[in-house]
């Protein structure tokens, strides 16, 4: 039988298939879809191509997904139905995407585990068990340090003309539709995704001072709120995954350290460590 792993985000997902005990990666990367804000239909046709068809055969698939949005049962459920229409025979798990993320980074170990990338997401992993007493409260109202955080905030401050000159000149090149802005925002299908793609660019001018402030002072609202919910123990190991926590280390790496809280690994996104985690389990 052959195990496919998703890593869903809202905005791409990753996959893997393992069997007997090896792990093959497919590419890099496919939509994502998070059922509290997203539309699965393009990650669903992608799961549907030609590579992934391949990568499974005709084997008895189990299907291990671990989705942004997916803290709740009835999430998760959303996104086991919507996997089940692509493999309506398989045997589909759905965990969080948290989890995935734990596992990923610790395998058995424990320690605090964060993801920074459309979304945000905390918890202290024990080892077997994720214990997450912060609330999460999407990227309207919390996500701080995420992407979707950081480019509501680079809109934002674009729109209000805050946003030096030169720099908004590059990072909004075909300029600012109010309109347009507006209406992707609050009623495309994918807004928080929509927001979050602003922040990819930044990850180019972060000698810029105000790329780098803007970015340092999501992060430090981030802190403030681990402060608030994590013991200094549980804070004192730190692992994230995400595109903004890669893109951004440094700065990620350097607001943590005024709390005392240090990170030892980030990576892009806990991919390997899954495939890792799942290989040993399954031989």
């Not at 089940?84 to 759905?94: D, F, G, R, S």
């Not at 395998?107 to 007493?133: K, R």
């Not at 539709?177 to 609050?186: E, I, M, Q």
Request: aromatic residues 8%.
């Amino acid at each position: 039988m052959s195990l496919l792993i998703g890593d869903i985000g809202g905005s791409s997902s990753r996959w893997a298939v393992v069997s007997a005990g090896a792990g093959h990666f497919l590419k890099p990367s496919f939509p994502g879809y998070n059922p509290v804000t997203g539309d699965p239909a393009a990650m669903q046709s992608a799961l549907r191509g030609k590579e992934v068809v391949a990568a499974i055969g005709g084997e008895p698939l189990e299907v291990v997904a671990y989705g942004a949005g997916c803290g709740t049962k009835a999430r998760a459920e959303q996104l086991r139905a919507a996997l089940a229409m692509v493999w309506p025979h398989a045997k589909i798990h759905v965990e969080s995407d948290l989890l995935g993320a734990a596992r990923g980074l610790y395998g058995t170990e424990h320690g605090l585990v964060l993801i920074l990338g459309t979304g945000m997401n905390v918890g202290h992993y024990d080892g077997t068990f994720l214990h997450t007493p912060m609330p999460s409260l999407g990227f309207i109202l919390g996500d701080e340090g995420s992407g979707a955080d950081i480019g509501k905030h680079l809109l934002r401050d674009a729109l209000y003309g805050l946003v030096p000159e030169a720099l908004r000149d590059q990072l909004f090149a075909q300029g600012m539709d109010l309109p347009a802005v507006l209406n992707s925002t609050y009623r495309s299908a994918a807004p928080q995704a929509y927001v979050a793609s602003f922040t990819a660019a930044l990850s180019e001018h972060v000698d810029d001072t105000y790329v780098h402030d803007l970015v340092a002072s999501r992060f430090f609202a981030l802190t403030r709120l681990l402060a608030r919910f994590f013991s200094a123990r549980e804070l004192q190991q730190v692992r994230a995954s995400g595109s903004v926590a890669h893109a951004f280390k440094d700065i990620l790496v350097a607001a943590l350290a005024q709390r005392r809280m240090h990170i030892t690994a980030v990576e892009t996104d806990p991919m390997p460590g899954l495939v890792q985690f799942h290989a040993r389990h399954s031989s």
